[in-house]
Nanobody
Framework: QVQLVESGGGLVQAGGSLRLSCAAS????????IGWFRQAPGKERNFVAR????????YYGDSVKGRFAISRDNAKNTVYLQMNSLKPEDTAVYYC???????????WGQGTQVTVSL
């Protein structure tokens, strides 16, 4: 069983930065991936980025490439999402999730709100 807790959300002006954290309790196996997703009001949940726990391989959604960076700290069982050059359209609840590399995401956090103002 894996439990995920997100933190670091808040209110920021457009062009600013935030760093989200996803702290995992329980064992993160080397065969897992950790992903970030976001959901804006009235919209579907969308993929943002993911990282493979074993070797740190990363992948980004098109809307955040070049602005966001995902990373991990194995010793702390924590994944980070550094968000730069934020835009109002980045406003959403951000969720982290964990799952096996070859399947979907089994575990989800409760989310953290990110609001980007003009």
């Amino acid at each position: 069983q894996v439990q995920l807790v997100e933190s670091g959300g808040g209110l920021v002006q457009a062009g600013g930065s935030l760093r989200l954290s996803c702290a995992a309790s329980g064992r993160i196996f080397s065969t897992y991936k950790i992903g970030w997703f976001r959901q804006a009001p009235g919209k579907e949940r969308n993929f943002v980025a993911r990282i493979r726990w074993r070797d740190g391989t990363v992948y980004y959604g098109d809307s955040v490439k070049g602005r966001f960076a995902i990373s991990r700290d194995n010793a702390k069982n924590t994944v980070y999402l550094q968000m730069n050059s934020l835009k109002p359209e980045d406003t959403a609840v951000y969720y982290c999730a964990a799952g096996r590399v070859d399947s979907g995401y089994e575990y989800w956090g409760q989310g953290t709100q990110v609001t980007v103002s003009l």
